[in-house]
């Protein structure tokens, strides 16, 4: 999992202090610390609450999600995660923001110098990690 240096800050100042609506026992920053840690060490995301794409897709963007908390990105390739920005989930419902993240993704990507192809196409969620459930 990589992160851009937008959501690395986002990361360090501005989660801790988020409130967790969903599940209020546990912070938002204990749910996005066990996310990443479930992604990171290879456990199986599961289609539904943990993890799923954004609908429709844009050009490969994907969301990582905890309850309250949604991580955009993209795959470069399978099991390989870029994560640009984020945001919580009740802001981003209810100001409709979720097409301007995937546009912010798609720019931040193209105006990298990677190799072709950029991304893993599709909307497979197989395609993108391989413990999927």
Same mark, same amino acid.
């Given at each position: 999992?990589?992160?851009?240096?937008?959501?690395? =800050? #986002?990361?360090?100042? +501005? =989660?801790?202090?988020?409130?967790?609506? #969903?599940?209020?026992?546990?912070?938002?920053?204990?749910?996005? +610390?066990?996310?990443?840690?479930?992604?990171?060490?290879?456990?199986?995301?599961?289609? @539904?609450?943990?993890? %799923?794409? &954004?609908?429709? &897709?844009?050009?490969? $963007? #994907?969301? =990582?999600?905890?309850? +309250?908390?949604?991580?955009?990105?993209?795959?470069?390739?399978?099991? %390989?995660?870029? @994560?640009?920005?984020?945001? +919580?989930? !009740?802001? &981003?419902?209810? %100001?409709?923001?979720?097409?301007? !993240?995937?546009?912010?993704? $798609?720019?931040?990507?193209?105006?990298?110098?990677?190799?072709?192809?950029?991304?893993?196409?599709?909307?497979?969620?197989?395609?993108?990690?391989?413990?999927?459930?």
């Amino acid at each position: 999992m990589y992160l851009s240096l937008k959501l690395k =800050l #986002w990361v360090e100042n +501005d =989660l801790p202090a988020l409130p967790a609506t #969903w599940q209020t026992e546990v912070s938002c920053l204990e749910q996005v +610390d066990a996310l990443t840690n479930e992604f990171c060490v290879g456990e199986t995301l599961s289609h @539904g609450p943990q993890f %799923h794409a &954004i609908k429709p &897709i844009a050009d490969g $963007v #994907w969301t =990582l999600k905890t309850g +309250d908390i949604r991580i955009f990105g993209w795959f470069h390739i399978k099991d %390989h995660f870029i @994560g640009v920005v984020a945001s +919580d989930a !009740y802001r &981003i419902k209810l %100001h409709d923001l979720y097409r301007g !993240y995937v546009g912010e993704v $798609v720019r931040f990507r193209d105006a990298l110098n990677l190799d072709q192809p950029k991304f893993v196409p599709g909307d497979d969620p197989r395609a993108v990690v391989s413990n999927y459930d």
